[in-house]
C-alpha cells in the first residue's frame, strides 16, 4: 500500500437534484450535503453524507457511506488502481466551464488518485494535490473517508484567496461498484452517485452540470 496522501478536484454551476443544508453549533460551520443518488438510474441509492468544515488553515472533508460489497483492491499497481475500485470524489474548478478543475478520488482504504483536468476530458496525471492527507477506515454499514486540503493549495489553484466565506466550485460524486465484470465496474447506470444530475445522456462527472458553488463553511 503506499503513503496515505492527497487526493480529487472540479467545479461548475448547476441546477440539480440534491439537498445542502448548512449548520452551526458550539463548534466550527459545518456544511453536510446528505441527499445524492444516481442520476443515470431510477434505483434508489445507498445513503452518502459529505462533511465539511474550515479548521485553522486547513479544509477539511469527510465522506460517510453505506455499501454493503465494498471494492476494493488487494495490491498497489499505482494510482490507476483506484478507478477499478469503490471510491468517493471530490472535484475543485476554477471557473464555470471547467477551463481548469483538480480532481480527488479517494478509495475505502484512502489511497488517492488525484490529476489535474481541462474541459473536455484533458487529464494530467502528474498532478498530485499538495497538502493532501486522506485516511479510509471500514463502519458497520460500510466505509469512511476523511481528508484536508490547506487553504493555501486552494488559493493557489483558484487564482484568489480562499477561506471562510469564499465561493467553491465543486463537485461530490461517488463510484459505487459490485461483484466482478465491466457492467458492475463502471459500465453500468447504477455505478455513479452525484449529488446533482448532470444534462448527458450517458454517465459523466467531467461536465459543468455536474458541478455547483459552495460557500466555505
Known sequence: MPPIRRGVL??????????IAACSGEGPRELTVTEFGF?????????????TRTDGDLLRFAFEVDDDDVVVSDAWDGESTVDGEDRVEIFFARDADLADYWCIEI??????????????RVFDADWDC???KAEGSSTPTGY????????????ELMGRPIGRG?????????????????????????????????????????????FRTIVVP
Open 144 to 155: 469512511a473517508v476523511r481528508g484536508s486540503i490547506p487553504l493555501a493549495t486552494l488559493a
Open 39 to 51: 442520476p443515470w438510474s431510477e434505483k434508489p441509492s445507498p445513503r452518502t453524507v459529505f462533511r
Open 130 to 132: 499538495p497538502g493532501l
Open 166 to 210: 469564499s465561493e467553491l466550485r465543486v463537485g461530490l460524486f461517488r463510484a459505487e461498484f459490485r461483484g466482478e465484470g465491466p457492467e458492475a465496474r463502471g459500465e453500468a447506470d447504477d455505478n455513479w452517485i452525484s449529488w446533482a444530475r448532470p444534462a448527458v445522456e450517458k454517465p459523466d462527472f467531467h461536465v459543468p452540470e455536474a
Open 107 to 120: 478509495d475505502p482504504l484512502g489511497r488517492v488518485h488525484d490529476y489535474h483536468a481541462r474541459h473536455y
Open 10 to 19: 472540479a467545479v461548475a454551476a448547476v441546477a440539480l437534484l440534491f439537498g
